[in-house]
């Protein structure tokens, strides 16, 4: 061992086995029981050692060395640079990405199903108990055995607590995790090395395109038929819509797919295709269709969000220009990618104007539209900027229509998931009722000198209105 | 049209265009009479446009460029010089419009030289190559249009005619007649009278005039000036004395008056045109009609002679009527006189057919104080640096006079309800407009038929009190502490926009935000990375003598504002809120999101201030304070445990399995037993861990288990606390402690001698003790608070953090010596830099807001200690 880089090892994996003579576990995974075997990742180095090797039972020990400065220097570019979540971590001590690397490394052979030595043993099934002192698991031990359970293992999970000192705090993201079942090593290895990180739900490097080859050559056996595929594929790859839709199509062979289609629009079609009720586009619809009816031609999106109502908007052939204004800088980018404004013609590139702005502050360039359309935006303002708003949209600015979308609180409780009291997004500072909002919209109107009248969007409910509201204000 | 004497006389402030043919020497005459800068010739212009002077296939866009550059200057109120041919109308016409547009005069120079001569000129010039029939053209064009110059709309025509006239003639600048800049008062700035003698008299006494006897003339034994925002005249009982008196204050020098609207009208109407005889004009006239002969005459000449505004004191005063905006003090046109009688009116109508007026003070930006009159308010209030002053007297308000420089406010009610207003005086508009969020703070009960325009419409003026121009882009601010402007990237200025709008409170709340502080500088003794030795030495060498050492609360931080009721919260923040104060991060959000929560805290610290007489001590009714919050889990306890407890609770389980096997192992026979020791250590470094954030968690049931410890007092009714010695601030503070033990958290000091050996000896001792007690550090600053060293303002504070502290923030095995010496590589240079900005930002606003300065002046500063916080910086530090 080099004990100039021992720093002291967390252990994170152990594996033992019952099958007699169980020292052949050393052969199986190519590592002299008596050693002390190392192995140098990026991160750190991976550590095995075999507390017990007797006829009866052996076990292996993988410690992983990570190095939390390092950690930190390298950074992963996902990551806000500056964050303080990179600085206190617990990837030193928690089997994540870090150990599938690790398990790579280490067990190379053994997990392509080779054995140089017992070439016949690596192919069977031996009784093996896989130990995990600290599993970061989101989603707790029901979705732990959810995926281990297809896989033939009998499992025990115990979640560690936050803190025994504040036991209000209750069970951290953790479990002590026990696996035991008759596998072959290498199923066991694969298992550990593609289920870990779906687990932890989050990697220690970059996801690219090469994690697609990775998920499929370490789950191509057994990953097609778990009935978790699509969450384990999607977790995997990060969450990445366009790895995840790659995948899947290569898991299942499904080869309908046009290879020449474009990705914007698979994202796109695959955006519609999952949003089931489609509210927010018929919310999009509703909006258009009064600005369209009112004949208005310069019109203002406040809170634009990625533009998809600007998108709608320029359809509109007598529509002579659409502003759009969000307080999210990053919003306007994502905007401005979705309009494609770097590609557009100078006349319809005349008819667009994306602003960074805010309604807490007056802004002469609000002045002058005929129209302006806040699609869910007044809930996301807390009381004195919801004034501030009010003051600046129907005082200042003053456009002859304005339409405002919002929730129907009523209606939260037909949606499943949702619960009791919750709102619909965590950055709502308020959801309304049908009458909260009708009391909004007419006080509205009359400190302002508008007409209003207020409708539902989407489909209506005999008992709790329609899943939105939409006030539209006229003078 | 004549040249005597050949001095031409021109405003200081025109747009100079020189009218001549080609070869008649106006490069020459404008180099002469001008400065380069102030030049701008068409062929310059050409050779910019076109590499060639001459080219007249550029000659489009060069006048395209030469209007830039001209409306540039004129922008800024410089004087500029056309050295074109100029000999067309229609070429004329854009230079004469673009002078309207900054409201500046037009004034046009015709060198009138035989076309022989400039045909003689040209032939020697190589770049010339015109034909005879070119110059005989332009000639012609020139002399066609001599005539028409004045109508053109050229306030003053010079023609020299021959070479003699021009090389002789000089020109002379003259201030426009507005511009009184030398005049420096002190002036008594005096509202709409009306015709209210009696009042005016009364209000000349209390102000100290001697109102001579026959009510000829008024004067001031210290040479005080009475400024008249106008509309002396109409609808009260005695607009003739009024007019007398102040005829005879404008003779004798101890009055100035500007034109209001009714005396605009007055004069038509005296003038014998036909005017509507409303708004109290018939009543002027028939009193006029009574008056001794000839007195009529002479009112509506002095009338007809008042100017539209006046720019007093070196520029820092405009009067006007009806207020005026920036970009037309100083200026002349007739859209400058329009405003200033008439207000911000555009013609646009709402859809009841009245006048849409907009709130230009509300808008106001600008340096100068504006006083101003026209719309009837209740009280005179501020707003930007404007404040009207026509309290109705006339309708039975008050006549108010505003003192300057002192700005104080004089006013004597009015004996009678004169004349009988279309709404009652003080009643709100129905728009609802005179408080709203965020600062609609507008002159609130305006009296739309007071003036000759009819009420608003609802809404039609309002609007938030910050603009988004005062916050977005790059921004420089000038500071009093800083040694030179702060500046703001417009990439931070984008950032904190988000920030402020989606997370921080009520804009008038946030009057300061804290600045961030600099740790001291990396330590070198073993085991540490932070000791106080270094921040001590920073302080001796920049010549600090004596320094504070202040105990460092580990909680969060907080700003509190806190005042005795809600009518001074309304007072003086503006804000109609039950709980009558805030308490807010220093990011500016609301620090409780329960707002109960924070107005039982807040009763809490309002309760011990009043114990304590504080408020009466230091003659207020709100105060600011900084302070720290305690637990640090009240605030941080999401981040605890999603951060900080899983680290510890993953470490101790991981690292006890570890050891756990490894002892099986070595006692198997591995060789490992090196593993086994580092195992030992770093298991021991987890559970320092866990107690170093343990320190700073209690369960907080309610606001009786906070710890609220304030180390400054940063401002009150009296100014800005905040430079104050440290010491004032802990006696104070100490005291709200002694009253409220449980609320308080007293904040532990000692003094330090810089270059003592044994006091700084001491002082480390002390950090010793707080640290090895489970205390986050101590705060080192100078006992002065502000201290200039050899390289300018030296930091505010420097902060020393304890060894246990530290593993919080830079993980559990950070003390081992091999992560030390990497992590000590850190370098503070720029946090330090931040720190220092953010406190000059941070105690400019207060020092603005102290004063009474405008939102948008202080908000600026809030703003900009938010952007630059979003600079990226290692947040470890």
């Known amino acids: 061992m080099d004990s100039a880089r021992g720093r002291g090892e967390a252990l994170l994996l152990t594996i033992a086995t019952t099958y007699v003579p169980a020292t052949d576990l050393g052969y199986l995974l190519h590592k002299n029981p008596s050693g002390h075997h190392t192995a140098e990742l990026s991160a750190g180095i991976a550590h095995v050692i075999f507390p017990v090797a007797a006829e009866d039972r052996c076990e292996a020990a993988v410690l992983l060395d990570i190095d939390p400065v390092g950690l930190v220097r390298r950074g992963r570019p996902d990551q806000a640079q500056f964050s303080l979540a990179r600085y206190v971590s617990d990837r030193p001590y928690a089997a994540s990405s870090l150990m599938s690397v690790a398990i790579g490394r280490l067990f190379a052979t053994a997990l392509s199903g080779r054995s140089k030595e017992r070439p016949a043993l690596a192919a069977t099934p031996l009784p093996l108990e896989i130990g995990l002192p600290v599993v970061p698991c989101r989603g707790g031990a029901t979705l732990l055995r959810r995926l281990f359970g297809p ?8 979640p560690l607590a936050l803190d025994e000192h504040f036991p209000e705090w209750g069970d951290s993201q953790y479990l002590a995790v026990t696996l035991t079942g008759t596998l072959t090593i290498r199923e066991a290895l694969e298992h550990l090395y593609v289920l870990l990180p779906v687990l932890d739900d989050d990697k220690h490097y970059w996801v690219g395109g090469d994690e697609v080859g990775k998920l499929l050559r370490r789950g191509g056996q057994w990953l097609a038929e778990h009935p978790d595929r699509d969450l384990i594929a999607r977790r995997y790859l990060r969450h990445d819509r366009r790895l995840t839709t790659d995948a899947l199509r290569r ?43 009112s004949g208005a031609s310069r019109v203002l999106d406040l809170g634009c969000g990625s533009g998809k109502l600007i998108a709608a908007l320029l359809k509109l052939g007598h529509i002579q220009q659409v502003t759009g204004m969000d307080v999210a800088q990053h919003a306007l980018g994502a905007a401005a990618a979705a309009l494609h404004l770097d590609e557009m013609s100078p006349r319809a590139r005349g008819r667009v104007e994306l602003l960074h702005g805010s309604l807490t502050y007056a802004d002469e360039r609000l002045r002058g539209f005929d129209a302006a359309a806040m699609v869910e935006v007044i809930e996301h303002l807390d009381a004195p900027k919801l004034e501030a708003f009010e003051l600046s949209v129907f005082g200042f600015a003053r456009p002859r229509l304005v339409v405002v979308t919002t929730p129907n609180a009523e209606y939260n409780a037909l949606f499943d998931g949702l619960p009791p009291g919750a709102f619909r997004h965590p950055d709502h500072r308020f959801e309304w009722t049908r009458a909260q909002f009708g009391d909004w919209a007419a006080a509205v109107a009359g400190r302002y000198g508008y007409e209003v009248t207020v409708a539902g969007i989407g489909p209506e409910d005999p008992a709790a209105g329609c899943p939105s509201q939409l006030a539209v204000f006229r003078r | 049209m004549t040249t005597a004497g050949h001095v031409l006389k021109i405003p200081g402030m025109c747009l100079v265009t020189l009218v001549g043919i080609s070869g008649s020497g106006k490069s020459t005459f404008a180099r002469s009479h001008f400065s380069a800068t102030e030049v701008i010739s068409s062929d310059f212009c050409r050779g910019l446009v076109g590499d060639d002077e001459n080219d007249q296939s550029a000659t489009k866009d060069a006048f395209e460029v030469l209007q830039f550059i001209a409306g540039k200057r004129l922008a800024a109120g410089r004087l500029t010089v056309i050295d074109a041919t100029s000999v067309q109308a229609e070429a004329r016409r854009s230079l004469i419009a673009l002078a309207r547009e900054h409201h500046v005069l037009s004034v046009a120079i015709v060198l009138d030289v035989p076309e022989q001569v400039c045909a003689a000129r040209n032939a020697a010039r190589p770049d010339r190559p015109f034909g005879p029939h070119v110059l005989r053209q332009q000639h012609d064009q020139l002399r066609r249009g001599l005539r028409g110059l004045r109508r053109e709309g050229f306030h003053r025509v010079y023609v020299l005619s021959g070479e003699t006239d021009i090389a002789g003639a000089s020109v002379q600048r003259e201030p426009l007649w507005n511009d009184m800049r030398s005049a420096h008062g002190p002036f008594d ?65 101890s009055g100035l008056s500007v034109a209001g609207n009714h ?94 007026r907009y709130p230009w003070a509300q808008d106001y930006r600008g340096t100068a104080v504006v006083v101003y009159g026209h719309t009837p308010v209740p009280e005179a209030t501020w707003v930007n640096r404007t404040i009207c002053i026509d309290t109705g007297c006339v309708f039975g308000g008050k006549l108010t006079a505003l003192r300057y420089p002192e700005r104080e406010l004089v006013s004597v009610p009015a004996g009678q309800v004169y004349y009988q207003p279309a709404r009652p005086l003080g009643e709100a508009d129905p728009a609802g407009r005179s408080a709203g969020p965020a600062g609609g703070v507008s002159p609130a009960g305006e009296l ?38 702060v500046t703001i990237r417009a990439e931070n200025a984008a950032a904190a926009l988000e920030v402020m709008s989606r997370f921080a409170i009520d804009p008038r709340w946030l009057v300061y935000l804290p600045p961030t502080m600099s740790p001291t500088t990396t330590s070198s003794e073993p085991g540490l990375l932070e000791h106080p030795a270094e921040a001590l030495a920073a302080y001796r060498s920049a010549g600090v003598t004596e320094a504070v050492c202040e105990e460092k609360h580990m909680g ?20 109609a809120a039950a709980s009558a104060g805030a308490i807010f991060t220093r990011t500016g959000r609301p620090f409780f999101s329960d707002p109960a929560t924070e107005a039982d805290l807040l009763r809490r610290v309002g309760r011990a201030i ?20 305690l637990p640090w889990s009240a605030k941080a306890g999401e981040l605890i445990r999603s951060q900080y407890a899983p680290v510890a609770a993953a470490a101790g389980a991981a690292l006890r399995a570890a050891l756990q096997l490894t002892e099986t192992a070595v006692a198997r026979g591995v060789d490992a037993a090196d593993l086994l020791g580092c195992l030992t250590e770093r298991r021991a470094q987890a559970a320092l861990f866990a107690a170093a954030y343990r320190r700073y968690c209690w369960r907080v049931s309610d606001v009786s288990d906070l710890r609220l410890a304030p180390f400054q007092i940063l401002a009150g009714e009296q100014g800005v606390h905040a430079l104050r010695p440290h010491s004032w601030h802990l006696e104070l503070i100490g005291r709200l402690c002694d009253r409220d033990a449980r609320t308080f958290r007293r904040t532990a000091a000692i003094t330090v001698r810089l270059g003592d050996a044994a006091s700084e000896a001491a002082a480390v001792a002390w950090w010793q ?37 530290l593993r919080i923030i830079y993980g559990p095995e950070y003390s081992a010596e091999r992560n030390l010496s990497r992590l000590r590589s850190r370098s503070v240079g720029h946090k330090r830099s931040l720190a220092l900005r953010e406190f000059a930002l941070g105690m400019e606003a207060l020092e603005r807001f102290a004063a009474g300065e405008p939102l948008y002046r202080v908000h600026e500063c809030v703003f900009g200690v938010l952007a630059l916080e979003s600079e990226p910086v290692d947040p470890r530090l």
């Open chain 2, 556 to 575: 969060s931080r907080a700003v509190v504002v806190v005042c005795t009721d809600s009518a001074a919260a309304q007072r003086r923040f503006g804000v």
């Open chain 2, 189 to 253: 700035i005096i509202g709409d009278v009306h015709g209210c003698f009696s009042e005016l008299v009364l209000l000349l006494d209390q102000l100290g005039y001697q109102v001579a006897a026959d009510g000829s003339t008024a004067i001031h034994p210290d040479g005080r000036t009475a400024v008249f925002v106008g509309d002396l005249v109409d609808r009260g009982p005695q607009t003739p004395a009024v007019l007398k008196l102040v005829m005879g204050m404008t003779a004798t020098g």
């Open chain 2, 263 to 356: 005396e605009a009208k007055l004069v038509r109407a005296l003038r014998g045109k036909d005017v509507t005889r409303s708004h109290g004009l018939a009543e002027s006239l028939a009193q006029l009609a009574a008056s001794p002969d000839g007195f009529g005459g002479q009112a509506a000449e002095f009338m007809d002679k008042l100017l539209g505004h006046l720019v007093l004191d070196e520029g820092r005063l405009v009067i006007a009527h009806a207020g005026l905006p920036e970009a037309m003090h100083g200026r002349a046109s007739s859209a400058v006189r329009a405003f200033a009688l008439y207000g911000d009116t555009t013609g646009e109508t709402d859809e009841y057919g009245l006048p849409v």
């Open chain 1, 251 to 293: 898991l299942t062979a499904d080869e309908a797919a046009d290879p020449e289609r474009d990705d914007a629009a698979s994202d796109a079609a695959e955006e519609a295709a999952e949003r089931s009720v489609g509210l927010h586009d018929q919310r999009i619809a509703a909006v258009v269709a009064v600005i369209a009816a």
């Open chain 1, 151 to 158: 896989l033939g293992y009998d499992i025990t999970a115990e």
């Open chain 2, 448 to 485: 739309g038929s007071a003036g000759e325009l009819p009420p608003d419409r609802p809404g039609a003026a309002s609007r938030t009190e910050l603009s988004i121009g005062d916050v977005l882009g790059k921004r420089i601010i000038h500071t009093r502490l800083a040694g030179g402007p």
């Open chain 2, 769 to 805: 003790l707080l640290t090895a007690a489970g205390g986050e550090g101590m705060v080192v600053k100078p006992a002065q608070v502000v201290h200039r060293g050899p390289r300018g303002l030296v930091q505010p504070g420097i902060k020393c953090r304890g060894p246990e502290y």
């Open chain 2, 610 to 629: 009043e114990a304590a007489g504080l408020w009466a001590e230091l003659q207020t009714d709100w105060l600011l304070l900084d302070c720290e919050l």
